[in-house]
């Protein structure tokens, strides 16, 4: 696609439950990074794909957290037993390695709210 | 180690020059840019590598202090569009090809008319 797409863009969950977030990054790019940003911070790093496996997952804050890029483009973050504390913006960037480090294009995000 | 920057918020009239630096206890491969908008994605601006090369698509300029592993971002004749929350992104020279950045706390500019 034209751009990195996310979705959903706002999802609102109970303590406890499971969700995914989904990663459509754009059209040719190898690597996929999530990351997630709290209000006034700057983007913290997760997880990091080139193609189908986790390059780095150094940034995964627990064993609640888990991501995967099966087919090496749409990827999803996967979150088990949320907590009040993993509310924040979730964002996905994509980019092309074989340009030599090129600059990440991100998406809109995902706002998850857990109450 | 999270990279840090500064100023925290610079606030400018229309025309006026700004410098935001970032700064980093490691050492750097690169050092990428990029600006946020409130309740938009990070846009990238611009990416210095060790050795110098610099690649952006804005009339923006940038440099690279590799010995003193800081970088600064220059604004010259701001503009109402340059507003918005500045981020430098680092990699650490031995973190390979993977590309991944560690981002700073972020620099809030404000051009007023």
């Known amino acids: 696609g034209a751009g990195v797409s996310q979705t959903p863009s706002n999802k609102v969950t109970e303590k406890g439950k499971y969700v995914e977030l989904r990663c459509d990054p754009i059209s040719g790019h190898t690597a996929l990074y999530w990351y997630r940003q709290s209000l006034g911070q700057g983007p913290e790093f997760l997880i990091y794909f080139q193609g189908t496996g986790a390059a780095d997952d150094s940034g995964l804050p627990n064993d609640r957290f888990f991501a995967v890029r099966p087919e090496g483009s749409v990827s999803t973050l996967k979150i088990q037993r949320t907590e009040r504390g993993d509310s924040a913006v979730y964002l996905c960037?994509?980019?092309?390695?074989?340009?030599?480090?090129?600059?990440?294009?991100f998406g809109s995000g995902t706002r998850l709210t857990v109450v | 180690q999270q990279p840090v920057q500064s100023p925290q918020a610079v606030i400018l009239r229309e025309g006026e020059d700004a410098v935001i630096n970032c700064s980093s206890s490691?050492?750097?491969?690169?050092v990428h840019w990029y600006r946020q908008k409130h309740g938009e994605a990070p846009v990238f601006l611009m990416i210095l590598l060790k050795g110098g090369e610099q690649k952006g698509h804005e009339k923006i300029s940038a440099s690279f202090n590799e010995k003193k592993q800081q970088s600064s971002l220059y604004l010259t004749a701001s503009q109402l569009s340059y507003s918005g929350t500045y981020f430098c992104g680092t990699s650490e020279h031995g973190s390979g090809n993977t590309g991944k950045l560690i981002f700073g706390q972020g620099t809030t500019l404000q051009v007023k008319p």
């Open positions: 490691k050492a750097l491969y690169s």
């Open positions: 960037a994509s980019s092309d390695p074989g340009q030599g480090f090129p600059g990440y294009t």
